[in-house]
């Protein structure tokens, strides 16, 4: 398991030539994310921050040749590795997809991209980021984000209290969906000391990457 990072994938083919579709998907993660761009070999490297979180996506871009004509055109992957150490905590998990639906929004602005580009037109109403920030559902979602993120963080700090606690007194108690677990004497210690210990390290990585 990566620590560091997390990892996500995705892949699309357009019907269109490899050059056309390069641009397009350059345009649109330079200006509609305004991300830092870099070209390698076979696509190009982006970085910037999504959910208060570094993020690095890594698109190969080849030309997709095969006997269906749905296989033909141009193949985009993105490969998405999103530190897990943020302002807003430590992610272990995507919480609701919500990265995995970030990419698809990413695939369909590639779309949109090239759209404006075989069109000649420059509309940035049908830009498919901008409709996401004017949905009510869009909103709440990002709101329902929060508040598990937050929920979270509150569960970590009581057990955190609840591990110092136990590792001064013996007497360690933890809340979980089952109910109140006590663990008493050398066994109480010995998890408060651990829970303590991961407690720590995930904030030195958080200070670290701050």
């Known amino acids: 398991m990566d620590w560091k990072y997390k990892h ?11 050059d056309l579709v390069f641009e397009a998907a350059r345009t649109f993660m330079a200006e509609s994310l305004g991300w830092q761009v870099t070209n390698t070999p076979d ?36 490969e998405l590795l999103v530190e897990r150490a943020g302002w807003r905590g430590f992610m ?6 919500y990265y995995n639906i970030q990419i698809r929004k990413w695939l369909d602005g590639v779309q949109w991209s090239l759209h404006q580009k ?3 037109s420059h509309d940035e109403f049908t830009n498919p980021l901008v409709l ?20 979270f963080a509150l569960y970590f700090l009581i057990t955190f209290i609840c591990a110092v606690v136990g590792l001064i007194t013996g ?28 407690g720590a390290f995930l904030g030195w990585r958080i200070k670290r990457k701050s």
């Not at 996500?8 to 490899?18: I, M, N, S, T, Y």
């Not at 959910?51 to 040749?65: D, E, K, T, V, W």
Request: hydrophobic share 50%; aromatic share 12%.
């Open 8 to 18: 996500f994938h995705q892949e699309r083919v357009f019907p269109a030539p490899r």
């Open 43 to 78: 696509g190009f490297t982006a970085q910037g921050y999504s959910f208060s979180h570094r993020a690095i996506a890594n698109l190969q871009i080849q030309s997709a040749a095969g006997g269906a004509s749905s296989e033909s055109g141009t193949r985009v992957a993105i």
């Open 171 to 198: 007497n360690l108690y933890l809340w979980g969906r089952g109910g109140t677990l006590a663990i008493h004497g050398i066994w109480a210690r010995i998890l408060s000391a651990l829970i303590l210990m991961f």
């Open 132 to 151: 996401a920030d004017n949905k009510a559902a869009a909103c709440i979602f990002n709101g329902c984000l929060v508040f598990i993120v937050s929920m």
């Open 92 to 97: 272990l998990f995507d919480v609701g997809g």
């Open 118 to 120: 075989l069109t000649g």
